[in-house]
């Protein structure tokens, strides 16, 4: 069975501070992986996702995830947060064939200023 | 355009009653996906429904919890005989039909407070 494994419930860092957001996954199969943003009071929103091709993926709002097969990891990076940063952030693995997605609990990113 | 709709927002209802939570997913959205938050449990998949094919149920937590998609549209989700443990936010999701090698993304409505008290 699948499942995903994000090790930070919470991760507080200054403005500007890079950041890094650990994801963790385990599959039998081929899987896609996503990562998933929810601002206070809102909805789900997709930030990247990983496919196939480059390792390297590039998001909107300046993140970054990298798809590290041999470790099973998709880390979500930042260079510098931002205030508005502040949320909480999902990373979440699909099978090819279904898509329908498997989260992992959740990390809460708090920027202070 | 539309995005993914939801109602109620809010529902609260007494322990032992029937909810039913609605979706109306994106126009021309094959896929559609049921999930739940909650503070126990995280993001959870419940159910997902793929143009006429038979639904995948497998998230579902108990036989009191059904979902129904009429003409691959509109989604009903229904639980019966509530229990305080039902309590979430329960979220639905569409895409374009997904298939092997490709993946389109799952976009979310705000979703349903359901508070049993």
């Known amino acids: 069975a699948q499942s995903v494994t994000q090790l930070d419930s919470q991760v507080p860092v200054f403005e500007e501070a890079p950041v890094e957001l650990r994801c963790n996954y385990s599959s039998s199969v081929s899987v896609y992986l996503f990562w998933y943003v929810q601002y206070p009071n809102q909805g789900l929103q997709l930030l990247l996702k990983y496919l196939s091709g480059s390792t390297l993926v590039k998001g909107i709002n300046g993140f970054e995830a990298e798809f590290n097969k041999s470790q099973t990891s998709f880390h979500l990076r930042k260079p510098s947060v931002h205030i508005s940063d502040t949320a909480e952030y999902f990373c979440?693995?699909?099978?090819?064939?279904?898509?329908?997605?498997?989260f992992g609990t959740g990390t809460r990113l708090q920027v202070f200023p | 355009g539309a995005g993914v709709s939801q109602s109620p927002s809010n529902k609260v209802t007494e322990k032992g009653k029937d909810v039913e939570l609605r979706c109306d997913p994106i126009s021309g959205h094959t896929a559609l996906y049921w999930y739940r938050q909650s503070l126990g449990q995280g993001l959870e998949f419940l159910i997902y429904?793929?143009?006429?094919?038979?639904?995948?149920k497998s998230g579902l937590p108990s036989d009191r919890f059904s979902a129904e998609r009429t003409g691959g549209s509109v989604s009903t989700l229904t639980i019966q005989r509530t229990q305080q443990e039902d309590s979430a936010v329960y979220l639905c999701?569409?895409?374009?039909?997904?298939?092997?090698?490709?993946?389109?993304?799952?976009?979310f409505g705000p979703g349903t407070r359901l508070t049993v008290t």
């Open positions: 429904f793929q143009g006429n094919s038979a639904p995948d």
């Open positions: 979440a693995v699909s099978e090819s064939n279904t898509d329908k997605l498997i």
């Open positions: 999701a569409s895409s374009l039909h997904p298939g092997e090698y490709k993946s389109y993304e799952q976009y």
